[in-house]
């Protein structure tokens, strides 16, 4: 009875400290604490010698940048997912994906649910936080939904990969490993369980179609996936998800196209596919960089333009509200179209006979200033911690900006990071997850509106 008494004390002071916790911060804060730890229990669960296959704990750091890159769902790692842990780590790892992707928040509106608790006004704050949601109207049903449509897609696309790999490798395991990537995927997290990534299935188009739907739906957010499956007309839909299917549409064709094109040329990449795998392959390495973070190709030896190429469209990333990193593909569409509007001179900014708000001109252009000043921070200090002469800048620059993207993509530089290099890019991990402008937020003091009304006056540009 004392045992039973001290636990539901202990329960008491956990569930009190939460609710103190709430009520003195900000939705913003709140997230990026709660996300600050779960990194550290993942971190302590990967550390303990059962995760490990060698029975030997792999270590603080090693712990902390695996934990810190499954809750961003980046796919960086500085240990191989599928030799150095057992069944339990890689479970863990997996869980730390889907918690990530989906939001701690998504999931404990689940729970609350479940349990039969009220979702009060704090909540869905939150909630619309970290679901990049314009309104705290409906958030209840968009997290049924989130966890519905996530669950149905990884289970489907389980089953698909499970008879896939059944012949390869039997059953069990080809569950296991189907299960694994089909989260993995979904959540644009890229861990593989095989140390290649999936460059042994480069001219498999059940498995290649399988994995890039997974994080081409998963990239483009859960609204626009519940506004197309709902309204069933793009006459329907509204402009944010116009904008996302029109713009991720767009990079898809050109990244394809582009990188297709250059590869040809590269023995070292295509060379030994034959015409047909080189097609897939081109449309996998193309789609990709939007935040998956797989590879059927050898990274580290495709040329210098296709390399440039992956940044380009890393930096850009996937959409809002969706499981993906990057500064949003509807960020960019924004900027493209201000910029469009100021060349012709036009009053208005719009698209599909809608207008767009300054006041999104202005985020957009914060978005893509800070990130871009971030990516540029982190190039220049991992230049310093890792001693890298000129030669391999765009190493550099590549791992910043699939850190902040999280993409998980790398030229080789992860594995070979320095102690300081991991800090730095785990820092670099976290702060793209969670986003600039969330950790402006979550930072800022309290709103001061001046009083004081300047006079305008000019300033030349260009």
């Known amino acids: 009875m004392s045992s039973k008494r001290d636990r539901s004390a202990a329960f008491d002071l956990l569930v009190a400290l939460v609710e103190r916790l709430k009520n003195r911060t900000s939705p913003p804060q709140l997230i990026i604490f709660v996300f600050f730890c779960l990194i550290w229990i993942g971190a302590l669960l990967l550390m303990l010698p059962h995760a490990s296959t060698s029975g030997q704990s792999i270590g603080l750091m090693n712990a902390l940048f695996t934990a810190t890159s499954a809750v961003c769902v980046n796919g960086l790692v500085v ?44 909540q869905r ?8 949601s314009s309104s705290a109207q409906g958030l209840v049903k968009l997290s049924i939904y989130m966890v519905l449509i996530a669950f149905a897609f990884e289970a489907l696309a389980s089953v698909i990969l499970t008879l896939r790999w059944q012949a390869d490798m039997g059953f ?10 089909s989260v ?12 290649d990534s999936l460059s ?25 996936v519940v506004e197309v499956f709902r309204k069933r007309s793009w006459r329907k839909l509204s402009l944010h998800s116009k904008v996302v299917l029109l713009g991720s549409g767009t990079l898809l064709v050109a990244g394809f196209l582009l990188i297709y ?33 797989f590879n059927t190709v050898d990274i580290a030896s495709m040329l210098t333009t296709s390399q440039f190429l992956l940044i380009i469209l ?40 809608r207008r767009i708000a300054p006041d999104a001109v202005m985020r957009a252009l914060a978005v893509v200033l800070s990130s871009l000043g971030v990516v540029l921070l982190v190039s220049l200090l991992l230049t310093i911690s890792e001693g890298m002469l000129e030669e391999h800048f765009l190493e550099v620059l590549f791992e910043a900006t699939s850190a902040f993207s999280t993409t998980g993509m790398s030229m080789g530089l992860t594995s070979e990071l320095s102690p300081v290099g991991k800090v730095i890019v785990m820092l ?8 600039p402008l969330t950790l402006a937020f979550a930072l800022a003091q309290k709103k001061r509106t001046s009083k004081i009304g300047y006079p305008e006056d000019h300033i030349l540009i260009g």
């Open 79 to 122: 240990l191989d997912t599928g030799s150095t842990f057992t069944t339990f780590g890689q479970v863990i790892i997996m869980a730390l994906i889907q918690i990530g992707g989906l939001g701690f928040m998504t999931l404990g509106v689940m729970v609350a649910i479940v349990l039969g608790k009220r979702i009060g006004l704090k």
């Open 125 to 132: 704050l939150i909630l619309q936080q970290a679901t990049n």
């Open 172 to 181: 069990g395991q080809a569950a296991y490993y189907a299960l694994f990537h």
């Open 184 to 195: 993995s995927a979904f959540n644009n997290a890229g861990f593989a369980l095989w140390s």
């Open 200 to 224: 042994s299935h480069a001219g498999d188009p059940i498995v290649n179609l399988t994995i890039i739907l997974l994080f081409i739906i998963g990239g483009l957010g859960y609204i626009v």
């Open 261 to 293: 094109l250059l590869e040809s040329w590269n023995p070292a990449t295509f060379g030994h596919l034959d015409g047909s795998d080189q097609v897939w392959a081109a449309l996998f390495q193309g789609a990709t960089p939007r935040s998956s973070g």
């Open 314 to 353: 890393m930096f850009i990333g996937a959409a809002s509200g969706g499981t993906g990193g990057g500064v949003k593909i509807n960020t960019i569409v924004v900027l493209v179209l201000a910029t469009l509007n100021t060349f012709r001179g036009q009053g208005q900014i719009h698209a599909f006979d």
């Open 428 to 435: 670099t991990m976290f702060a793209g997850r969670l986003g």
